[in-house]
């Protein structure tokens, strides 16, 4: 392996890992794997009896539908920092919160919540969030997308709000890029505003980009990629216990 890819393969890697700290608030890490990772173990009984109950609140039979994706894959789930970072942008997400099961939850990832950063100086009435896999061999190539079902929350002006989201499923996300159930890759999934509409009538959509992910400058230096890693990590929401 010469100089080069080994470059490109450390510069992966560096970014896999910070995509763990920009998932502002998360459950479990931002690394999913496809292969299943039992809960981290507790000494405290007391800690075990908060993680099941949790567990049997955030999960259903319904989640058990879920089919499973095989081969040796990865993606990082994370905010889209290219909304985040663009200042004139009135509404972006600013946080993901996913679910990780265990028992017989294991291996069963989804997103319930994210957090909805108003900019503007009127009230969001209803929002549509948009999901993206890409492959970090090539991060501006769009593998599968999607939006969905517009939200109806209230967040008043230049404010943050958690919100309620239709669940979102890394698998069902992940799915349609393997072949014969098989998928093989680090990919990276990102979750940013599609369409927000205002309490006056008004609303703000989302404009089509020629480049996908501008965040990924995969030829800077790390601090060069994430310059405002400082701000958003002082902004950490406690996760949930699972």
């Known amino acids: 392996m010469n100089s080069q890819k080994i470059l490109q393969t450390l510069q992966r890697r560096s970014l896999i890992s910070l995509v763990v700290l920009l998932t502002s608030f998360v459950a479990i890490s931002g690394l999913i794997s496809s292969t299943a990772q039992s809960p981290p173990k507790q000494e405290d009984e007391d800690i075990k009896k908060v993680f099941n109950e ?28 290219s909304q985040y970072n663009d200042s004139s942008l009135p509404v972006v997400v600013s946080g993901i919160q996913s679910l990780s099961g265990g028992g017989k939850y294991l291996g069963i990832t989804k997103i319930k919540r994210v957090k909805v950063t108003n900019r503007s100086p009127r009230i969001i009435n209803s929002v549509q969030l948009r999901w993206v896999v890409v492959n970090l061999d090539d991060p501006e190539k769009v593998l599968s997308e999607g939006t969905t079902q517009f939200v109806n929350i209230w967040v008043e002006a230049n404010s943050s709000q958690i919100i309620e989201i239709p669940t979102l499923y890394i698998r069902r996300m992940i799915k349609p890029l393997a072949k014969n159930g098989e998928l093989y890759g680090q990919f990276l999934t990102t979750i940013g505003i599609q369409e927000a509409r205002f309490a006056d009538g008004s609303f703000w959509r989302r404009q089509e ?11 800077q230096t790390l601090d060069g990629r994430f310059p405002s890693l400082a701000s958003l990590v002082s902004g950490i929401i406690p996760p949930l216990v699972n």
Do not use: H, P, Q, R
């Open 209 to 219: 980009t020629t480049a996908l992910l501008k965040f990924l400058y995969l030829d």
């Open 54 to 81: 949790d567990i049997k609140k955030e999960f259903n039979d319904d989640d058990l539908k879920e089919e499973k994706v095989g081969g040796k894959w990865t993606t990082g789930l994370v905010f889209d920092m």
